[in-house]
């Protein structure tokens, strides 16, 4: 049974930094899409960033290239985004999701039912 859990969330001024993870049990991940999406209040889901499977590549958003940055730890089965330069506008639930490869990821990710409860990042000053 496919299994995610985010941590890491908080609240911090613009400019701040905060590191996600996600603990995923229950598959090989690094066999599946892995990515982070997020959704603010009154706003639509959107694909963040996304390991293709088996690490072949990145991809990330335009509002957080140059900032995010997503990493997966395979012995860990564990997936990460560290957040740089924070701003308001990053202010959001971030899910972790996961999905098979169908290619793309960011639609079967964004579709995907395979998510966490979500954790909350609100950037504020």
Same mark, same amino acid.
């Given at each position: 049974?496919?299994?995610?859990?985010?941590?890491?969330?908080?609240?911090? #001024? #613009?400019?701040?930094?905060?590191?996600?993870?996600?603990?995923?049990?229950?598959?090989?991940?690094?066999?599946?899409?892995?990515?982070?999406?997020?959704?603010?209040?009154?706003?639509?889901?959107?694909?963040?960033?996304?390991?293709?499977?088996?690490?072949?590549?990145?991809?990330?958003?335009?509002?957080?290239?140059?900032?995010?940055?997503?990493?997966?730890?395979?012995?860990?089965?564990?997936?990460?985004?560290?957040?740089?330069?924070?701003?308001?506008?990053?202010?959001?639930?971030?899910?972790?999701?996961? %999905?098979?490869?169908? %290619?793309?990821?960011?639609? #079967?990710?964004?579709?995907?039912?395979?998510?966490?409860?979500?954790?909350?990042?609100?950037?504020?000053?």
């Amino acid at each position: 049974q496919v299994h995610l859990v985010e941590s890491g969330g908080g609240s911090v #001024p #613009p400019g701040g930094s905060l590191r996600l993870s996600c603990a995923a049990s229950g598959f090989a991940s690094q066999s599946y899409c892995m990515g982070w999406i997020r959704q603010a209040a009154g706003q639509e889901r959107e694909g963040v960033a996304f390991i293709y499977p088996d690490g072949s590549g990145t991809y990330y958003s335009d509002s957080v290239k140059g900032r995010f940055t997503i990493s997966q730890d395979k012995d860990k089965n564990t997936l990460y985004l560290q957040m740089n330069s924070l701003q308001h506008d990053d202010t959001a639930m971030y899910y972790c999701a996961a %999905a098979g490869f169908s %290619a793309s990821c960011l639609g #079967p990710l964004l579709a995907s039912n395979y998510r966490g409860q979500g954790t909350q990042v609100t950037v504020s000053s």
